[in-house]
């Protein structure tokens, strides 16, 4: 290496690097100018028809989380004709950038079920920076509420909202837990139906009550499930245990816990026409309450007891469903799987669907009577 | 020697291929799929048959030595532009995936910039560094590939019955497109055209290593094509653009540091597309250095060739990464891989007069 | 009795001259007051030894060559007596003579018969305690200073009989000389000339140590990586040679250098072999890991604070972002303000007297620590990561290693600054690429070689 050329590369280098640090600017954004955005919440706006009204929940970091007791949260409200016009004009509510990159609760509001929720979920999918694992859900009254609410045993830095869905606090089957990606799929899919947790909160907004859920197709109303039914549907299509049946025979109550079900569904076909759909159920528990006391022999006759009880219930759920020609759990699907993809396929189950007989076989496991007799 | 071929399968599962099948997705894409795969298999036999009778000798040099200068330069020339085009779709669809899903903010050009310098770094090395490189890369990424495939796979909301629903497509004809696309990912053994150099002995090419590209490019395929379908849903998949990302963007890896897979995925993605663009280039500038020597531009006593291309192909990817959207970028790299059986039947050719006049 | 020139005469009657040659090279000597030219005479037999009394151990000369020759009976049995010693050497002339007179040898004159016999006194003679590689188990003592020693010391460790030595003569003013050794068999050839046409190919005016040595041996005028591994081990040398490796010893100078390596010699401790598979594994493995967040760390902690947070969880992010509220500056000058400091801390403290040594661990640590962060100078996080690189960098049992690691950290936090995360993984691509390129005598640098399992990989 010549020495003149050593001197003019380090030069170019320099050179170089000042040039380059100018440039630095794109997109180099240190953490503390950037709010991060964990829920947001559409409504239908209360001024103008057909615009939208768009609450940000944005959480503001705290230099030591051991001292905090509450967590802050700031709020942005804004209305505009669509999600993308709102979301910019709150960009300047703000003096820094918002990160969508951690939003993970999307709550819709009820009325917008019916018509707009294409719309709504085009947006947010449609952004690649937005997760595609965020949680929908719909709020009962007004999205805005239920992103307020601040439950008093939250911590610094987590969101109850999301741990209602996540599985990694509560783990009841009242609760259903949708993902972007799984609701998206699911309504454009043709044999399933998509849905959402109904989300709402107490009167003075200090507590969040996730316990029912709501089936959306396009073009008409929601139809909501009671705790009940959302049971039911989540114990059919996601296997979640942990829920409890009250069975009343001449002599006592005993009510049942779950412990394990396992759920296996068939559409049984003639000649390419759905004639019945066939549900094996196996479920195993034990017996949590009871007002007399109980013997283990006869074990054999509160599972037949449980299974009666049991074989109600779905079938009430399953009928009703039925009836309003909504298929939650994936029947549909199902039969599209048995046969060679043509164009009448959909047309025959849509047209068989609402006619089609249950036919289930409920298996009870009773394990044992708890720690007492 | 794997290598070569792994790595352009791998990367091809993120890139465009699998965008196109699943717009063909009505039309008989299994069906190509499976050809595809006999063909590609079948083609990659020929290929290392063929170079097999040459071993030792790197493409140019046995073109050099058997055939008309007329013959072989627009040949090579040729092959260099494909390769190069080839790197520069890999390239952008990249640049344009990190944008889109990562950073918003950053500028194209910054981007293509950081890859462009460092691929540029790597092309002026010797072939043989490039192999290793390859090599060690390759098997840093893998565990982490395989790890990620894992779980995509087992993931609880990966409804199986989608999956089926779009086997039952079983019976509709196949269509071209996505027939070149699907054999695009066993192009990685061309790149051999400049690798042969090392290869001194010939390369067993029996039984046993059919059965394993086999088994491993069914399987890639498979999984490229079906598992996004799993996630997304048969209906709505055709309007994602990138289809594998938004796949992985919907699973959640509950208790790790990173929770979304995506950024695992654009990084081992950027890793893997790193390999595969240096290992075009790198192709591609050893093409054009056999053609093109310019004598006239020495500089203390460096031929300064090579630096010549680098600097060119550098120019000519920054200057395109801001004219070209991505639907520009999807359309040509469909009739880029339209073209590529083309290639083969070129590739053959040539490779077939210089053993007949090697043997003269 | 001292004449003008410093040759003893003897008082007696019988006048002897030195033989022309003593002379001619006694005039060349110039006259330096350590030359001794001495007259060995007895009844009529006579010869002249010629030597420099500072290099030549005098009770050897003593024993070996003067008692003898005034109780042997005449010059014939004095001179094949001298011809049979054991340290005799093959006579030189000219430019070479007076080197190995330099060096210690003894000329003899014995009635126009010349030899040269070796008698060197060796005073840094004494294997040392291993101090730069220090290992639990294993042997505990290093090089010394005189090759003489270490060549002793290789020889006992590894008698197979293809071990080779090999001695070839350095041409500056230390005249040092300079052994190769490998073991015939195992060797490769190619590498085994490259390095012989890089030691011909040297030339400088002052080769101290090994260290020079390794430098002025490197291919490269400005390069980063070490091609070369200094050890002082003697296990280490005999584990190399069985290897099929090059060592090269210089007298002076403790530290051997072992040719060619491979980066993955760099990572392998002698302590390795000394303890169970599973162990040495989990160490090993264990020191990789402790490489990559070396390098990696505070590249990634720019990466993810100021280009892409949204790879981190929520709640982790939120404690990043909590822990920066308030430092005044973007975040890779608080990492490149950080790092610098450490690298003052770990410089100084190579340096530090001992009565000081805790306290200015106390100062660094904790005050640094506490105290900026009270300050609002840096955050938290940023302090464990400075810690744990700090930690991390020792890791690696070959220092020189250590100090390019550090450097390459640098470069990649300046490659990450500039483009963010593509630039973190782009610049570790680059890395590989970098060393891949490098060879260390013709073999590939960063190769992984399959077909020997050891772990240090094989040639």
Known sequence: MYIFSRKKRIVMTLVFIQCVLLLAGCGFKDIDNRLFVIGIGVDPSEKIEGHYKITLKLSIPVASIKEEKKPTYQYLVHEGENIEEAIRILETHTDRVLEFGHTKIIMVNEALLENNVKDVMDYFVRRGDMQLIAWVGVAKNSAEEVLRAEPKAEEAVSTSLTRYFDRTGTESPYIVSAFLFEFRRNSYSLGIDPVLPVVETNDDGSQLIVNKSIIVQEGRPPFEMSSRFTREYNSLAHNLEGYSYKIEHEENNIVVNIGKIKVKYKVITDNKKPTAIEMKIDMTGEIIESDKDLSLNNLAKYNKLAEDEVKKHILEFLTTVQKENLDPIGFGLQYRTMYLNNKDTMTIWNEAYQELPFDLKVKVNLKSTGTIE | MYYLIFVTMVTNIIATVPRILVIESKKGVIFSMIAALLIGVVLTYFVIQLFNKFSGQSFPNILKKYSPRWFYVPVILYFAISWFIAGIITLFTYVFLFTTFVSIETSLVITTLAFVIIVSFGMLMKSESVLHTVEIVFLLLLPVILFLFVKIMTDENLNWGFVQVAMMNINTTPSYMSFSAASYLFIGVVNIVIFNSFFKDKLKFGFKQVTIIGTVGAVVLFITYFVPIGFNGFEQIEHLNFPWVSTSDSVRMKFGVIERVIFIFVIIFLGISFLSLLIHWHVSLKLLESIFHFKKLKWKKKNLTSYFFVILFCGISLFLVTRIDEFELFKYASIFYNILPLFYFILFLSLFVAKRRAKL | ?459
């Not at chain 3, 060096?103 to 004159?109: C, F, P, R, S």
Request: aromatic content about 10%; hydrophobic content about 45%; glycine content about 4%.
């Open chain 3, 1 to 459: 009795m001292f004449s003008r020139n410093g040759v003893f005469r003897l008082c007696a009657n019988e006048k002897q001259t030195a033989p022309e040659l003593m002379e001619n090279i006694f005039e060349k000597l110039n006259r330096s007051e350590d030359v001794l030219t001495i007259p060995l005479q007895l009844e009529n037999n006579n010869a002249f030894i010629l030597y420099l009394k500072t290099v030549v151990d005098g009770v050897k000369l003593q024993n070996i060559i003067i008692k003898p020759f005034f109780e042997l009976k005449s010059m014939e049995f004095f001179s094949s007596y001298i011809q049979s010693l054991p340290d005799i050497v093959k006579m030189k002339t000219g430019e070479e003579l007076l080197i190995q007179l330099m060096k210690g040898h003894v000329l003899i004159a014995i009635q126009d018969k010349f030899f040269l016999v070796d008698i060197k006194m060796i005073t840094a003679g004494s294997p040392q305690q291993a101090v730069l590689e220090p290992t639990i188990y294993g042997p505990q003592l290093a090089l010394s200073e005189s090759i003489e020693t270490n060549m002793n010391m290789i020889r006992n460790r590894y008698a197979e009989p293809s071990l080779i030595i090999e001695s070839v003569q350095l041409t500056d003013k230390t005249h040092q000389s300079m052994v190769l050794l490998y073991d015939k068999k195992k060797v490769k050839q190619s590498v085994l000339d490259a390095l012989r046409l890089k030691i011909e190919g040297m030339d400088n005016t002052l080769v101290e140590s090994s260290g020079d040595l390794q430098l002025l041996l490197n291919s490269t005028k400005f390069s980063l990586f070490p091609t070369m591994i200094l050890t002082e081990r003697p296990d280490r040398i005999t584990y190399n040679l069985s290897n099929g490796k090059i060592i090269i010893m210089m007298d002076g100078s403790p530290q051997a250098i072992v040719a060619p390596v491979i980066f993955f010699d760099f990572m392998v401790s002698m302590e390795d072999n000394y303890h169970s598979y599973w162990i040495s594994l989990f160490t090993l493995t264990l020191r990789y890991v402790g490489l990559l967040t070396c390098i990696l760390l505070p590249a990634m902690y720019v990466a993810v604070t100021s280009y892409t947070p949204d790879i981190l969880r929520v709640e982790l992010a939120l404690s990043v972002a909590g822990s920066r509220l308030g430092v005044p500056y973007p975040s890779f000058i608080e990492v490149l303000f950080m790092l610098l400091f450490m690298e003052f801390l770990i410089e100084s403290s190579i340096r530090l007297p001992k009565a000081i040594s805790a306290t200015a661990t106390t100062v660094g640590g904790l005050i640094l620590g506490t105290a900026a962060t009270e300050a609002a100078l840096t955050s938290n996080i940023m302090i464990i990561i400075v810690s744990a690189v700090a930690i991390t960098s020792f890791v690696i049992p070959i220092s020189e290693m250590s100090f390019a690691i550090r450097i390459c950290r640098y470069l990649l936090l300046a490659f990450t600054t500039l483009f963010g995360t593509v630039g973190l993984m782009l610049g570790f691509l680059g890395i590989i690429m970098y060393l891949t390129n490098k060879d260390s005598f013709g073999e590939p640098f960063l190769k992984i070689n399959w077909k020997s399992m050891k772990r240090e990989k094989e040639v």
